[in-house]
C-alpha cells in the first residue's frame, strides 16, 4: 500500500532520499495480492508495469500472476490521505483516485540518520495538473568525492542538504544545515472529506543553529485544491 500511494497521478513516485526511479516493476504485488487478499496490489503492478512494458519482472511474473482480479484504490475504498512512521515519517495526501489532473502531495518528518536519506526534515512535494510544481532532486551519484563521509562531507552536496530541498535554512553555513542526528516524526495528521492536514515539530533539526522553536504544519484545503504551508519560528537571537 505504500507504494500506491507513493505513486502521483501521473505515475511519477513521491521522490526523496536517493529515490531516482520506479521503473523496475514489483511482481511480487501478485503474490501478495493473492497472500493478503489485496486485489488492489495487483491492479498496482498491472498499471504502473504492463506487461511488455517497462517490467522487469520477467519469470517472477510468470509464477506469481494468476489472472486475479484487480481493482483500484477507489474501487477497493482507499482513503485518499495516508501517514506511514517510521525513520522516513511521510504523510500523503490527494484530492482523487484515477485523476491525472488531481492535486497530490506529501510532507514529511525524518531521521537524518536514515540510510540514504538527505537533510531534509520539513520537506513536501506537489503535483498538480500532471506537473511537478515542488520537486525533489533525487539522489546524488555515489562516487563524488567524500560522499560516503556522514560527517561532513556528504553533507556539502547540494542535493543532499536541507539547502536543496523544501524547508529551511537557518543560519545556514558551508556544512551540514540541518543537525546530522536529528529525528523528527510528523505529530500531527488529520483528515476530512474536502481537507488533510499534518504538523511536525523541526525544533531537534535547527536548534544548534540557534531555533527555539519551529513547527511547520501542511494543509490540503477548499475541497482539496490548495496546499499551505505555515511555519511557526522562534529563535534565541536575531538570525537568518
Known amino acids: 500500500s505504500y507504494l500506491i500511494y507513493c505513486t502521483a497521478p501521473s505515475g511519477e513516485p513521491a521522490s526523496y532520499a536517493d ?29 504502473r508495469f504492463p506487461f ?3 517490467s522487469e519482472g520477467g519469470v517472477y511474473e510468470l ?3 494468476r489472472g486475479q482480479k484487480d481493482a483500484d484504490p477507489a474501487q477497493a475504498g482507499y482513503p485518499l490521505d495516508m501517514i506511514y512512521d ?5 504523510a500523503f495526501f490527494r484530492s482523487a483516485w484515477n485523476d ?20 531534509d526534515i520539513g520537506q513536501f512535494l506537489i503535483d498538480r495538473f500532471g506537473i511537478r510544481w515542488a520537486c525533489d532532486l533525487k539522489g546524488e551519484t555515489y562516487a563524488v568525492p567524500d560522499y560516503w563521509d556522514r560527517i561532513s562531507g556528504r553533507w556539502r552536496y547540494y542535493r543532499k542538504r536541507a539547502e536543496g530541498h523544501n524547508t ?16 523528527c516524526s510528523i505529530d500531527t495528521f488529520g483528515t476530512a472529506p474536502g481537507a488533510a492536514f499534518a504538523a511536525c515539530d523541526l525544533t531537534e533539526a535547527y536548534a544548534s543553529f540557534g531555533a527555539e522553536k519551529i513547527h ?8 482539496r485544491s490548495k496546499c499551505l504551508v505555515q511555519d511557526e519560528i522562534t529563535c534565541r537571537e536575531p538570525s537568518t
Request: aromatic residues 16%; proline residues 5%; glycine residues 12%.
Open 52 to 54: 511488455g512494458g517497462t
Open 216 to 223: 511547520r504544519g501542511f494543509l490540503v484545503f477548499d475541497h
Open 100 to 119: 491525472p489532473q488531481s492535486l497530490y502531495a506529501f510532507f514529511k518528518g525524518s531521521d537524518n540518520q536514515s540510510n540514504h536519506g538527505c537533510l
Open 86 to 90: 517510521g525513520h522516513e515519517s511521510l
Open 168 to 183: 529551511l535554512l537557518i543560519n545556514p553555513g558551508k556544512d551540514a544545515d540541518q543537525d546530522i542526528f536529528a529525528a
Open 19 to 47: 529515490t531516482n526511479t520506479m521503473g523496475r516493476g514489483t511482481p511480487q504485488a501478485f503474490w501478495m495480492g493473492r497472500l493478503f487478499d489485496e486485489p488492489t496490489y495487483a491492479w498496482y503492478q498491472l498499471t
Open 63 to 65: 509464477l506469481w500472476y
